[in-house]
């Protein structure tokens, strides 16, 4: 695609075509154009929306119309008061969209119209310029300061259709309708509902279901094909609930390594495939696989890997530029890969290495603990050693016994020094860990320990 031409908003082509579900019923493309020139013509001045929009429909068209009147939307990771000062300060006309819950936030604000546009079935689907900036997504600090990353309309568009396509989505009819329990502000969430439905011909459903129950409402409220798009962790809660779900065709999930007993179980319990993403907000989502019958990963279309000096760089596709990945990846000859956990996860004890991924997968493994991670602080421990230790949430087991287990699991270097057992984790809205977050987990356990 070449610099300044244009690209469909959506390649929804007929205007009763369905590009969402709300409980009041399908969306259909006339209805989403109405609602966007509504929207559109109320937003202020100002080249940049903070999207806080809980409805995932009204998340869209507040995307759609900062797209046709030449605005960046911008989606960082959270909503805190730190995080919307440090928007303030990147991007200084920075004003908020939001559907009921903008109120504690610090911006100027514009509450999403309660009542729908007229349609009369005249409009027509725009056209974005390729070139054009279109979401600034933030990564999300789990392993550092969050840096901004800026994506064409034209990438974004390669990206969603790459994942359509790798899919085996047909792009030429209906698609799947699509419920999804992360997010349309994370960068997962955005490309496997969002883009999915702009550009992969699916329906996503408004709502973000959270409990096990909602999610097995909301996917009874779309017809079928259905694709649930989630996270270990609800995938997790949702087999263990017990909660009966309606029939699906296909579950996508990432942001967190996916176990392969979790996936097999998955695919078992819920009669459908279970393909899981990988990625990076700097780079997009880049390669899918099933995680139930193979380890290797299969690229996206026009994506392609390099190594040099123990770095893998993405380009190609939808990628813009060449973008270094933070994993460490075994390259395979046609092109796949194997993925071996992130450069960061390493560690080096008395002359012996490991991944915090692998210890987390033997950790997990455990029969009783329902979540656990370990964890390397920043910071040296009373007496000035820096030590390996672990959060585990058990209701049946004790310290010592998670620790018996773990030695037939892992070298003997490795046990935590403190195990501590906790409640929960503190995983946010994706299921990821903020390393911040552990450190102050950490140092709280350490100002009531005796």
């Given amino acids: 695609m070449s610099a300044g031409r244009g690209i469909a908003l959506t390649a929804h082509c007929s205007p009763g075509g369905i590009i969402a579900h709300r409980p009041d019923g399908a969306v259909t493309v006339a209805r989403f154009l109405a609602d966007v020139g509504q929207l559109a013509a109320l937003l202020p001045a100002g080249d940049s929306i903070l999207n806080v929009c ?40 920075l004003f908020c969209l939001h ?29 974005i310029a390729t070139d054009s900036v279109a979401v600034c997504l933030f990564t999300s600090g789990s392993t550092g300061a969050p840096l901004a990353q800026r994506k064409t309309w034209g990438a974004l568009v390669s990206n969603g259709r790459a994942e359509a396509e790798r899919l085996g989505f047909n792009l030429g009819g209906g698609g799947h309708a699509i419920v999804g329990t992360v997010p349309a502000q994370h960068s997962y969430g955005f490309e496997s509902t969002i883009l999915l439905s702009l550009h992969g011909r699916c329906a ?23 694709l649930l798009v989630t996270t270990p962790l609800h995938l997790r809660a949702l087999l263990d609930s017990g ?62 890997l390099e190594q040099r000096d123990g770095t893998t760089t993405a380009s190609g596709g939808h990628v813009e530029g060449r973008v270094p990945l933070a ?20 560690i080096n004890i008395a002359g ?18 329902d979540d656990g991670c370990f964890f390397m602080p920043d910071d040296p421990a009373p007496g000035g050693t820096t030590r390996l230790c672990a959060f585990v949430v058990s209701p049946t087991l004790t310290p010592d016994q998670v620790l018996a287990a773990l030695r037939d699991r892992i070298d003997a270097v490795f046990l935590p020094r403190p195990l501590l057992m906790v409640g929960r984790l503190p995983r ?23």
């Fill in 54 to 93: 809980e409805d995932r429909y009204r998340f869209m068209v507040g995307l759609a119309a900062g797209l046709v009147t030449g605005k960046v939307s911008l989606l960082p990771a959270s909503q805190t008061p730190e995080t919307v000062r440090q928007l303030k300060a990147f991007a200084a006309d």
């Fill in 99 to 127: 559907d009921g819950k903008g109120d504690a936030i610090d911006l100027p604000r514009l509450r999403f119209p309660e009542q729908p546009a007229p349609v009369d079935g005249g409009e027509q689907i725009p056209e």
């Fill in 204 to 226: 996503a459903w408004a709502g973000r279901p959270f409990y096990p129950a909602d999610i097995a409402a909301a996917l009874a409220a779309v017809p079928r094909p259905r």
């Fill in 243 to 304: 909660v009966p779900v309606p029939a699906l065709d296909m579950i996508l999930s990432a942001t967190a390594p996916l176990a392969e007993s979790l996936a097999r179980e998955a695919e078992a319990r819920l009669g459908a495939p279970l393909h899981e993403i990988y990625g990076c907000t700097e780079a997009g989502q880049l390669a899918s696989r099933r995680t139930a019958v193979e380890s290797r990963w299969t690229l996206f279309p026009g994506v392609r």
């Fill in 327 to 346: 994993d460490r990846l075994e390259l395979n000859a046609d092109g796949g890969f194997l993925l071996h956990g992130r450069h960061a996860d390493m």
């Fill in 352 to 369: 012996k290495r490991s991944s915090l991924a692998y210890l987390d997968h033997q950790l997990n493994a455990i029969a009783g603990i």
């Fill in 428 to 450: 946010n809205a994706t299921g990821k860990l903020p390393r911040g977050e552990l450190q102050a987990l950490l140092d709280s356990r350490r100002k009531v320990r005796p």
